[in-house]
């Protein structure tokens, strides 16, 4: 998994699936237990609610086959409350969908 995510995003999201179509490859990843967006912190009312609406970024390719990356971030909330917290991640190159380390090699290849 090493050569298909990069480590800046194994370090908050762990693979949850994968699917291979016709055209490309989707790693389904979600966001690990445990990390509490910081405007919860001090509160011991938090629940977990659900996932937020994925993220896709280009990872790689191989094979001719492009390999994207569906990134679910957690949704928390307090249990008295109906207003959603999650963890921002920056997990790729500001204005394109794609990983850095992918972006960057685009980049000095042009």
């Known amino acids: 998994m090493r050569m298909l995510v990069p480590s800046h995003i194994q370090e908050h999201f762990e693979m949850w699936d994968a699917h291979e179509y016709k055209d490309r490859w989707v ?6 237990a445990g990390a509490l967006p910081a405007a919860l912190s001090g509160y011991e009312d938090i629940v977990f609610d659900g996932y937020c609406n994925p993220s896709e970024v280009l990872s790689h390719s191989f094979v001719c086959k492009p ?9 928390y909330k307090r249990s ?4 959603h917290y999650s963890n921002a991640c920056d997990v ?7 990983v850095p380390e992918l972006g960057i090699f685009l980049k ?3």
């Not at 994207?68 to 957690?74: A, E, M, P, T, V």
Request: glycine share 4%; hydrophobic share 30%; net charge positive.
């Open 27 to 32: 790693i389904e990843m979600r966001e690990k």
């Open 67 to 75: 390999i994207y990356l569906r990134l679910y971030r957690r949704r």
């Open 80 to 83: 008295c409350s109906d207003r």
């Open 92 to 98: 790729t190159l500001k204005g394109v969908k794609m």
């Open 108 to 110: 000095e290849e042009s």
